[in-house]
């Protein structure tokens, strides 16, 4: 130990130079080491690349004959559908009242206010055959034109939403006890016109259109009827040969309370005589059964749809049919 601190003392010079390069030699080694990690993790990307290319060549591009075959397959189902829909929307079509459209124009009002007196005074004779009580001053929801003809351009989107007015007053006089309280037309609302505006609009007949559909009109009903009756009129809005769309349903039956337990037998539900064989026993008092009976009041608010057919479809597949 004595000998290397001697000789350290006494070659400075040599031993700093001994000692750098074994830093640097330290050093140089620990670059070449992660050196030679980098190339081999890149050597091995750039096979699995190549291993990866060399298989993509191999292979068909996209899209192939078979997917492209498909695809249209698709196409071809989803236009079918969408043919399928537009005929059958297209088959809610309301027509004017009164063959209306065949009539001239300048005859129309006046056709269009006999016909719609002649429909009034058939659902009055059907209400008055069936015991349904119709509103006063009932008159179709149309009671402004009952003393006044239409102007010429009201006439046709009148005329459709009487079509679709008195059908549904003809299934409501068709129900039997049926008190019908009202039978309104519900006016468009429309935004105020500015002081500059010179042309007259008229809210009441002009349709309303929104997309591919049309708002023709809307009815606001109410009604008292049994279950049954209601049940017959959801049925035939259903499967009806117009396109009406519930906005809003109210029902609420006209007994709030449910029948009290102590409440004595109607009297026409007489007591069965006693039996001797349970003498000295309390008879069991029967209930009068009214629970799901009783009569229901309904109101509801029915918008008329019509569809305009394919024209305004043609976004979806691109063209006009």
């Excluded at 980098?38 to 591009?61: E, G, I």
């Excluded at 039997?176 to 505006?197: D, N």
């Excluded at 059964?289 to 309904?298: A, D, F, L, M």
Aim: charged share 20%; net charge neutral; with cysteine.
């Amino acid at each position: 130990m004595n000998k290397i601190t001697a000789w350290l003392s006494e070659n400075r010079l040599a031993a700093s130079l001994g000692a750098a390069f074994l830093l640097c030699a330290g050093i140089g080694g620990w670059l070449t080491i992660g050196a030679w990690d980098d190339y081999a993790t890149a050597s091995q990307t750039h096979a699995d690349a190549v291993a990866k290319l060399a298989n993509l060549t191999r292979q068909n591009p996209f899209p192939s004959e078979a997917n492209k075959a498909k695809l249209q397959s698709n196409i071809d189902q989803e236009q079918a559908d969408l043919d399928a829909l537009t005929k059958a929307l297209q088959g809610f079509r309301v027509t004017p009242f009164g063959n209306l459209e065949k009539a001239k124009p300048q005859d129309r009002p006046q056709l269009f206010q006999d016909s719609l007196r002649a429909a009034v005074t058939a659902v009055r004779d059907t209400a008055a055959s069936k015991g349904v009580t119709l509103p006063p001053g009932f008159y179709l929801g149309m009671e402004e034109y009952e003393n006044r003809l239409p102007s010429p351009e009201e006439v046709m989107p009148l005329a459709s939403q009487v079509t679709v007015l008195d059908w549904i007053a003809a299934q409501l006089a068709s129900q039997g006890g049926l008190i019908l309280s009202e039978f309104a037309r519900v006016q468009p609302s429309t935004a105020p016109k500015s002081a500059s505006a010179s042309k007259k609009t008229l809210p009441s007949a002009e349709p309303e259109t929104k997309g591919a559909q049309t708002s023709i009109g809307c009815l606001r009903t109410a009604f008292r009827c049994d279950q049954a009756s209601l049940r017959e009129f959801l049925n035939a809005i259903s499967s009806g040969p117009y396109f009406l769309l519930i906005e809003s349903f109210q029902l609420q039956n006209t007994v709030t309370e449910p029948p009290r337990r102590d409440s004595a037998p109607q009297s026409s539900q007489q007591a069965p005589p006693p039996d001797p064989s349970q003498q000295g026993q309390s008879p069991v008092q029967r209930l009068p059964i009214i629970v799901g009976r009783e009569q229901i009041n309904v109101s509801m608010k029915l918008r008329f749809l019509e569809f305009n057919g394919s024209q305004q479809l043609q976004g979806t597949n691109g063209k006009a049919k």
